[in-house]
């Protein structure tokens, strides 16, 4: 059973413009949420992350909205850049035990120059 | 601070053949490992995960395994390798709480 899902496989937006990935989470237990970066041939860093006490987290051009009654998360990037291309994970956690951490399919962003 | 390192970066192998993936981590003590699988066009699947040393849980039923002779050593092995076992291998790591930090990967393909 997915807990997480990241119901969009793809999006592509020009250089410039906002980039919005959206994910979407079934446990209510879960109390924090991140976003990993992946490149190709790479390992997955960690981005942005937000507890569940808050509904937004801003870091430079990524910002993490938090809708707990929606069980909807966003993660908006602006402006986007070509360096932004990557495949985005979203993940969340409820810090109990040691498999702790669920992870979305993941959103291939392509920012277009 | 705290590293963590994977090898092989890539990795051919033919199918029967065994396999053997090490990851270690440095800087901590205790942490818990993980074992992913990115196959082609996927998302991260959760293979194994281990608490301590000798401890392993299995996630997935698979023609592989893991063991943890060490503190922050963490190996994936295969007796005979199929062709579904290609994908992209992730180690990481975590301490109690939350996130984790991953290596930076093995390429397998199975010929």
């Known amino acids: 059973d997915q807990q997480v899902k990241q119901n969009s496989p793809s999006l592509s937006v020009q250089e410039g413009r906002i980039s919005i990935l959206n994910c979407d989470y079934t446990?209510?237990?879960?109390?924090?949420f991140l976003w990993y970066k992946k490149y190709p041939a790479e390992g997955p860093t960690f981005l942005i992350s937000?507890?569940?006490?808050?509904d937004k987290n801003e870091d430079g051009r990524f910002t993490v909205f938090l809708n707990k009654s929606a069980k909807h998360l966003s993660l908006h990037i602006v402006p986007s850049q070509p360096g932004d291309s990557a495949v985005y994970f979203c993940?969340?956690?409820?810090?109990?035990?040691?498999?702790?951490?669920?992870f979305g399919t993941g959103t291939r962003l392509t920012v277009i120059p | 601070s705290q590293t963590i390192h994977q090898w092989p970066a890539t990795l051919v192998q033919p199918v029967g053949s065994p396999l053997s993936l090490e990851c270690t981590v440095e800087?901590?003590?205790?942490?818990?490992l993980y074992w992913y699988r990115q196959a082609a066009g996927r998302g991260l699947q959760l293979l194994f995960y281990?608490?301590?040393?000798?401890?392993i849980s299995s996630e997935v039923p698979q023609n592989l395994s893991a063991s943890r002779p060490q503190d922050r050593q963490f190996i994936l092995s295969s007796k005979k390798l199929l062709l579904s076992d290609s994908g992209f291998y992730l180690c990481?790591?975590?301490?109690?709480?939350?996130?984790?930090?991953f290596g930076s990967g093995t390429r397998l393909t199975v010929v």
């Open positions: 990481a790591w975590s301490e109690t709480g939350y996130g984790y930090t």
């Open positions: 446990n209510s237990m879960f109390d924090y």
């Open positions: 937000i507890s569940s006490i808050k």
């Open positions: 993940a969340a956690s409820n810090g109990t035990g040691a498999n702790n951490l669920f």
């Open positions: 800087g901590t003590s205790n942490p818990n």
């Open positions: 281990s608490v301590g040393i000798g401890q």
